[in-house]
């Protein structure tokens, strides 16, 4: 499990890609303090295992299905890519639960400034969009943010400067993709109310239900 709060931006040094997979090393510095092999790390908030370990780097194999859902596969050597480790059982809880299980890839529409501030519209599929609600959290690239506003199209999040400046949103610009994950409790609710699969069967709790049952 993740909280979104970005440690540092790490560097892809190489990505080796096989007929579905490929493995991806990345230098870094903060994380490597106490990473070892089989650890998990967030790259661009996809939980990535480290499979390999050196003084200025870390390598970890990205799977046909990873590569499919996000962004990685735009990767080359010189990107920058947010990195966070798994959250320590003694940690802060400073960002919201990220799982680092991406839902899909959305796609910057606008950037603007607002004072300070930095805004960011993202579209995405309705599938995604359905789990993203105003005032509500959801992790960009791993970021953990807060949404500023929903339309039936597309989300914005209001960015301050100290997260753009440390994370990779200060490279982000209008037609670039990036990685989107929602609010995992919203999802867990959908599956309670509506079991079936894509949620289209009708729920069984009901205001007569719930009367009925002294709510």
Known sequence: MFTGIIEEIGTVTQ??????????????????????TGDSIAVNGICLTVTALSGSSFS????????????????????????ERAMPANGRFDGHIVAGHVDGVGKV???????????????????????????GSVAIDGISLTVAAVTQTDFSISAIPHTVE???????RKGDSVN?????????????????????????IS?????????
């Open 60 to 83: 970890a194999d990205v799977m046909h299905e990873t590569l499919n859902r996000s962004s990685l596969s735009e990767l080359s050597a010189g990107s920058h890519v947010n990195l």
């Open 180 to 204: 989107l994950e929602t609010d995992v409790i919203g999802k867990y609710v959908e599956k309670l109310l509506f079991p079936t699969a894509g949620g289209q069967q009708k729920s069984a």
């Open 15 to 36: 990505i080796r890609h096989g007929s579905h997979s490929a493995t991806i090393t990345i230098a870094a510095e903060t994380v490597l303090e106490t990473a070892k």
């Open 166 to 172: 440390h994370t990779v949103l200060r490279e982000r």
């Open 207 to 215: 205001k007569e239900f719930l009367s009925q049952h002294g709510f």
């Open 109 to 135: 529409t606008n950037v603007r400034r607002d004072d300070t501030a930095v805004w960011f519209t993202v579209s995405a599929a309705p599938n995604i969009l359905r789990f993203i609600v105003e005032k």
